[in-house]
């Protein structure tokens, strides 16, 4: 493989080290660090899968038994940004002049989400997870639900955009809201994902009991396939959500199933086919009425693409003439997810203390400590490898063709020949000599920053 984050050895010590945190120590050193160390496994997990190469963070995850300590570090941030982050945007006395820190703690939960979607595809990592599925299932409900009640609300044309008024200039505070809430999206749709792998691989009563009975997820799948979150009409304009952007799709294309698609069919087909799911969920007149709604949706096309739902569509047709036995009451021992409810109550009567310790302790970096944290984030998200996790190669600015060499000024515009860089010189000059410039001022004031600071510290 080419591009490598970090070797197996060092994945080793990152995944041993891997640890759970309190809520008021969200943000702080300890924690960035391993949120450092999660977005490198995270990275390098994307790499070894894609390469269908020796996928060495998983088995490291699997055998140290860390990827519940994921699960309980994705919902901590979750819980933190329901209950500290709204008092944290309200502080009067709270306007600091950089939000990259919290936008770390923000994008914190996106990454391990992330991780996780790459992770459950296998099965040994569904098992090793162990009572933390549970967890894990109430978190892909919670944001589906989210996702869908959201969707119904705006209505195809207008979800994923944005909304303007007159005045557009926004806050530092009021522009990481807006991050939060596209991210919002974006993890809502992972959490598609590892739902669809869970209902692959578990056989776990409880886990089974919890998405059918408790959740009724098949009747939150089939309100997901009726508004689409993950695909738009904008000026009559079809646009579907794919490979982590929003994009036009011609006519041609339009009944083509995307992947986020596939992730809810696959999933209604498992918790409606599979014999323990069938024993399990009560085909009462309301779900009936709501999963013969997918009658309407399972058309030739579709089902050419995917043909096992041919067997979901025997088993609808079935379920429209007949009215199944409810299911047999049984005395379970069932386990119940513990993450969510354990951190809320930890802390329950703390957020605003905790919001305000924060404040003056977490989220006041000093420039020096800001400036270290970006050295080594930018280490962690250099070129080489960032590139060799986009879905899409680079295209060449000058003929569109799949491109391999990049300006040396700016860095900002690809090649594929030399021929093309010198063709599309008079268009490029004026942007690649602005990127250059903002770029060189970046670096003097950090130079500067950082010569006044050692001055001050020797005047001390």
Request: glycine share 4%; aromatic share 8%; proline share 3%.
């Amino acid at each position: 493989m080419d591009v490598s984050v970090i070797l197996p050895v060092e994945a080793e010590g990152f995944v041993q080290s891997l640890e759970t945190f309190s809520l008021k120590e969200v943000g702080s050193s300890r924690w960035f660090k391993q949120h450092e160390y999660i977005e490198k496994l995270n990275m390098q997990a994307i790499l070894n899968a894609s390469a269908t190469y020796d996928e060495f963070v998983k088995e490291l995850l699997v055998s140290h038994g860390k990827i519940s300590v994921l699960v309980a570090e994705m919902i901590l941030v979750e819980v933190w940004k329901h209950k500290v982050f709204p008092i944290l945007c309200k502080l009067q006395d709270f306007n600091p002049k950089n939000t990259f820190h919290l936008y770390m703690v923000i994008h914190h939960e996106a990454t391990i989400i992330n991780l996780l979607e790459t992770i459950m595809f296998h099965k040994d990592s569904c098992e090793a997870a162990d009572d933390s599925v549970l967890d894990l299932v109430d978190y892909c409900h919670r944001k589906l639900t989210l996702l869908a009640g959201k969707a119904t609300r705006e209505g195809n044309t207008t979800h994923g955009q944005k909304k303007l008024t007159g005045n557009t200039v926004m806050s530092s505070m009021e522009e990481l809201q807006s991050q939060n809430a596209d991210l919002e999206f974006e993890i809502s749709l992972k959490a598609l994902s590892v739902l669809r792998y869970i209902t692959d691989h578990t056989d776990c009563i409880s886990v089974i009991n919890r998405m059918l009975c408790t959740h009724n997820m098949p009747c939150v799948l089939v309100q997901l396939i009726d508004c689409c979150p993950w695909s738009r009409c904008r000026e009559g304009v079809v646009e579907k959500y794919i490979n982590g952007k929003w994009q036009k799709i011609p006519p041609v294309d339009h009944l083509k199933m995307t992947k986020l698609d596939g992730q809810v069919w696959i999933s209604l087909y498992n918790l409606l086919l599979k014999e323990d799911c069938q024993r399990k969920y009560d085909f009462n007149s309301f779900n009936k009425s709501q999963l013969l709604k997918l009658r309407g949706f399972l058309t030739e096309v579709l089902i050419d693409q995917l043909p096992n739902l041919v067997e979901l569509q025997r088993c609808l047709a079935h379920l429209a003439v007949m009215d199944p036995d409810p299911p047999k009451k049984e005395l379970i021992l069932e386990q119940i997810p513990e993450m969510w409810n354990n951190i809320v109550r930890e802390n329950s009567g703390k957020w605003k203390g905790i919001a305000k310790y924060q404040v003056k302790e977490t989220f006041n970096p000093s420039e020096s400590d800001l400036r270290q944290q970006a050295q080594r984030l930018a280490q962690t998200y250099n070129l080489d490898v960032m590139e060799s996790l986009l879905p899409e190669k680079p295209k060449c600015g000058s003929c569109g063709k799949e491109a391999t060499k990049r300006c040396s000024r700016c860095q900002g515009e690809w090649y594929c020949l030399r021929e093309c860089q010198v063709k599309h010189w008079p268009k490029h000059k004026k942007a690649c000599q602005l990127m250059a410039e903002a770029t060189e001022k970046i670096q003097r004031d950090l130079q500067i920053n950082s010569w006044t600071e050692r001055q001050r510290d020797r005047t001390k």
